[in-house]
């Protein structure tokens, strides 16, 4: 076993409570792949365990500030504490969905693992967390007391360039499923494990739409990038009268389309297959107006070098959706790109509300679901910002 050796400012990072240490603070060590490693200070002091990354600019994770080595016992904790808190907040309703272990934010450096109904999907996004799959896996389904049919490997994403692992999608529990179907509620919806995006659905957003459903209780609804329709969907079902969905992907088209159906909704739900920024300056210019409207894009910064091009893509994106609001309507919008803090997005909001010459005031900024849980020492665990703004 290798053991990685601190420089005096790795130390005093690694002290600060943020549980990631990069390659420029560490002084000497050796390790394989994923390896669980001792962590000292410069001085050979005791600093705890973590997973060493030979290829990432983030190179040790660290998972406790123990001296003593990590036993099964102690992962056996970590995976029950945090199937307990989605137990605790009502999430493990055999026919529901949820994230059951969040990664990092649950002490599992790159470990995600999402239940959909008795199918779990799991992405493996670091060195360890490949190494540890099957060991993680195993507490998990022993934790569960929800039944298993199948298990899906989704360790597919982008990250994994960064730790040199090659994407993979394979079964390794069960049988591939064919149509899943989800209850979230009284919303049933569909999620395709193999091609979705994320692990089939975005889970993080369950709470901020059920806040936004009543909204728009006889009026009219847009919901722009709106993947599966959850947002339209779910309005319509508090009494929206009529919902426009835009989106862009032909296979999320028709997925949204069955669900529309299979909620009894679909007369009251249009789809449009679109590009969506078009369509909302088309619509600002016929001044088309909403009760409520829905603006939920993919990450616009996926590192701070793109946080100016994001500012000025909300900007305008927000332009276009309070120009669409009614007076005394509602608009929901988010942002999933942690380099935009809640601060910064704010900022950007109220640029937009000049721009169009709307007022706007914050009745609340909401975070993701709490199976998507903020870990206050790793404050990139806390990535999501869905702002809800009247409309003068």
């Not at 290798?2 to 002290?15: E, F, I, N």
């Not at 603070?25 to 394989?32: R, T």
């Not at 659905?201 to 901020?208: A, E, K, T, V």
Request: net charge negative; with cysteine.
């Amino acid at each position: 076993m290798g053991k990685m050796t601190l420089t005096g400012k790795g130390r005093r990072w690694a002290q600060s409570g943020h549980p990631w240490v990069y390659a420029d603070d560490i002084a000497e060590g050796k390790g394989e792949p994923g390896e669980l490693l001792p962590v000292e200070g410069p001085n050979g002091e005791a600093l705890g365990w973590a997973l060493f990354s030979t290829s990432s600019r983030i190179a040790l994770r660290m998972v406790t500030r123990e001296a003593d080595q990590p036993k099964r016992a102690f992962w056996l904790d970590l995976v029950e504490r945090a199937v307990e808190v989605r137990r605790r907040h009502g999430m493990l309703e055999p026919e529901g969905a949820c994230r059951l272990l969040a990664g990092d934010a649950d002490g599992l450096p790159g470990m995600v693992v999402d239940r959909y109904g008795d199918v779990l999907v799991l992405q493996c996004g670091t060195q360890g967390a490949d190494r540890m799959r099957d060991f993680l896996l195993e507490l998990l389904r022993e934790v569960l007391e929800i039944p298993v049919r199948t298990v899906v490997d989704r360790s597919d994403t982008s990250v994994r360039r960064f730790e040199n692992l090659e994407t993979r999608v394979e079964t390794i529990v069960g049988e591939p499923p064919e149509t899943i179907l989800v209850r979230e509620g009284n919303l049933q919806y569909e999620v395709d494990v193999f091609a979705g995006h994320k692990t089939g659905h975005y889970l993080d957003q369950s709470r901020n739409r059920l806040k936004a459903a009543p909204l728009a209780r006889g009026g009219r609804v847009l919901d722009a990038f709106s993947y599966d329709g959850l947002f339209g969907i779910r309005a319509a079902l508090e009494g929206a009268e009529r919902v426009l969905c835009l989106e862009q992907n032909e296979a999320s088209c028709a997925r949204l389309l069955r669900n529309a159906e299979r909620n009894g909704v679909a007369d009251r739900v249009e789809v449009r297959r679109t590009n969506c920024m078009r369509a909302l300056r088309a619509m600002t210019e016929e001044e088309e107006r909403f009760e409520l409207v829905v603006l939920d894009p993919p990450a616009f910064a996926r590192n701070r070098r793109e946080v100016a091009g994001a500012e000025r893509g909300y900007v305008e994106l927000n332009r276009r959706g309070l120009a669409l609001a009614r007076p005394g309507g509602s608009l929901v919008s988010a942002s999933c790109s942690y380099n935009v803090r809640p601060e910064d997005f704010v900022e950007f909001l109220g640029k937009a509300a000049r721009l169009s010459g709307r007022e706007a005031w914050m009745e609340e900024l909401a975070g993701a679901a709490p199976d998507h849980p903020y870990r206050v020492t790793l404050p990139e665990s806390h990535y999501l910002k869905c702002a809800f703004l009247r409309v003068g």
